[in-house]
C-alpha cells in the first residue's frame, strides 16, 4: 500500500512558476514508477508526466514538454513536479500517481494522491 499527499497547488498568474510535491508513505517507494496527471473542469483526466523509479527516464506530453519538470528523491520518498511558464490552460487539479509501469495510461497506476488544485489567471 502506498498513500500519496500533494501539496503546492495554488493561484499564479500567466507566465509564472509553481513547484508540486507528492508525499509517499510507506518504504517501497522506490519501486514505483511516478507520473502527474490533471483534470481541468469539465475535462477528462489526462496525462502530464511520468518518471522511471531511478529517476533516470521520463516523459512528458506534448502539451507540457519544456515547461515542466518531474523529478524524485527517493530517500525523502518524495516526487516533485516544477512547473515553469505556466499558461490559463495549466488551470487544473493535479494528481500523483504511483504505478508498477511506466506509462501515460489511468489504469497502469494503482495509487492516487487527492489532488491539489492549480489555478493560473491571465
Known amino acids: 500500500q502506498v498513500q500519496l499527499v500533494e501539496s503546492g497547488g495554488g493561484l499564479v498568474q500567466a507566465g509564472g512558476s509553481l513547484r508540486l510535491s507528492c508525499a509517499a508513505s510507506?518504504?517501497?517507494?522506490?519501486?514505483?514508477?511516478m507520473a502527474w496527471f490533471r483534470q481541468a473542469p469539465g475535462k477528462e483526466r489526462e496525462f502530464v508526466t511520468s518518471?522511471?523509479?531511478?529517476?533516470?527516464?521520463?516523459y512528458y506530453a506534448d502539451s507540457v514538454k519544456g515547461r515542466f519538470t518531474i523529478s524524485r528523491d527517493n530517500a525523502k520518498n518524495t516526487v516533485y513536479l516544477q512547473m515553469n511558464s505556466l499558461k490559463p490552460e495549466d488551470t487544473a487539479v493535479y494528481y500523483c500517481?504511483?504505478?508498477?509501469?511506466?506509462?501515460?495510461?489511468?489504469?497502469?497506476?494503482?495509487?492516487w494522491g487527492q489532488g491539489t488544485q492549480v489555478t493560473v489567471s491571465s
Open positions: 500517481a504511483a504505478g508498477r509501469n511506466f506509462g501515460s495510461l489511468e489504469r497502469e497506476y494503482d495509487y
Open positions: 510507506g518504504r517501497t517507494f522506490s519501486s514505483y514508477r
Open positions: 518518471i522511471s523509479r531511478s529517476g533516470g527516464m521520463t
